[in-house]
């Protein structure tokens, strides 16, 4: 199966700038769609950014301007760098990314990170 770790979730003051990563690790032939999404207390969780494996990006609006989504695929790893961070950025950000597991199948398959905690606050 499919293995995903994130890193670079902590506490920063409003302003700051955060880096996130996600590498993915097992049984993976080729990985297609790469995202970060988030979720908030009490609130459902959203998608934040996604880019292709041709780099094509997409942002949340909340995320525009501000945040940066990138990938090395020879690393099979997916950043988010965010910067001018407010509180309302607050949320448990988790990686997803879409999997070819085989080059027999074109099944593709969803996998999730465990998640990683994000606090903006002075």
């Known amino acids: 199966q499919v293995q995903l770790v994130e890193s670079g979730g902590g506490l920063v003051q409003p302003g700051g700038s955060l880096r996130l990563s996600c590498t993915a690790s097992?049984?993976?032939?080729?990985?297609?769609?790469m995202g970060w999404y988030r979720q908030a207390p009490g609130k459902q969780r959203e998608l934040v950014a996604s880019?292709?494996?041709?780099?094509?990006?997409t942002y949340a609006d909340s995320a525009k301007g501000r945040f940066t989504i990138s990938r090395d695929n020879a690393k099979n790893t997916v950043y988010l760098q965010m910067n001018s961070l407010k509180p309302e950025d607050t949320a448990v950000y988790y990686c997803?990314?879409?999997?070819?597991?085989?080059?027999?199948?074109?099944?593709?398959?969803?996998?999730w990170g465990q998640g990683t905690q994000v606090t903006v606050s002075s």
């Open positions: 997803n990314v879409n999997v070819r597991l085989n080059r027999y199948s074109r099944n593709s398959y969803d996998y």
């Open positions: 880019i292709t494996s041709g780099f094509t990006t």
């Open positions: 097992g049984s993976i032939f080729s990985i297609n769609v």
